[in-house]
Each structure stands twice: as structure tokens, then as C-alpha cells.
């Protein structure tokens, strides 16, 4: 087969695939700055830290995150067999979505604009050894 042929390089690219258990929320109803706030706390920690964290956090966006970081949990059990006791989180982070513009109206018919953020949410769990 060529080097070019549209299947070596589809087997090329798997070969590079990470594997490491993961889960995403796209087009979370909160901006990527607060979502930071929640993140910065748990990143490194192992996860039943982090869920403790994530349950006493009184930020909006630790409720989104600790439901995503459950079923990355979830994936790696399942998906993966790995073991619930070793798992600790190897990145999370997230990235800007697509921002909803809104008018509000001021005074002498001027308009104000709103801009309601929205991001997307990753965590990637490893193993430690």
C-alpha cells in the first residue's frame, strides 16, 4: 500500500490514539474562567479527594464537574478495567464554546449587549504504578 492511502493513515493516527479514560462536556452553560476556578482544585488529586472537593465546593460549576468526573470514572472501570482505588486526575481543563449574544435595553434606547458564555469540560483520569 501507498504511504498516502487513506487506510495506512487512518491505522497510523489510531496508533497515536490516546487511551487513557476520559469524559467531555461540550457546551457547558458556564464560562471557561469559572469552570477554571472548580478545576485548578482537583487537578492532580485522586478521585475520591476530588469528589469530596467537588461536593462541598459551593460553586455552580463543581456540580457540572463532579457528575462529568463520575462517569470518566465510570469509563474506566467499565471501558478499561482499571481500578477505582488507583485512579488520580492526569488533565482536566476547559476550553472556550460558542458565546450566546443577547441585547438588553438602556436608557435613551441605547442597548447593552450580554454575552451568556458556554465551554467545553475534559478530564483525563490515569493509573498510578
Known sequence: MA???RSQIKRERN???DTRPSAKLSYARV???KACFVLDAIRGK???TALAILHYNPRYASSLIKKLLESAIANAENNNGMNRDNLYIAECYANKGPT???I???ARGMAYRIEKRSSHITIV???KQ
Open 104 to 106: 438588553h435595553p438602556r
Open 15 to 17: 496508533a497515536q490514539k
Open 31 to 33: 464560562s471557561v474562567q
Open 46 to 48: 485522586n478521585v475520591e
Open 100 to 102: 450566546m449574544k443577547r
Open 3 to 5: 504511504k498516502g492511502h
Open 125 to 127: 483520569l490515569d493509573e
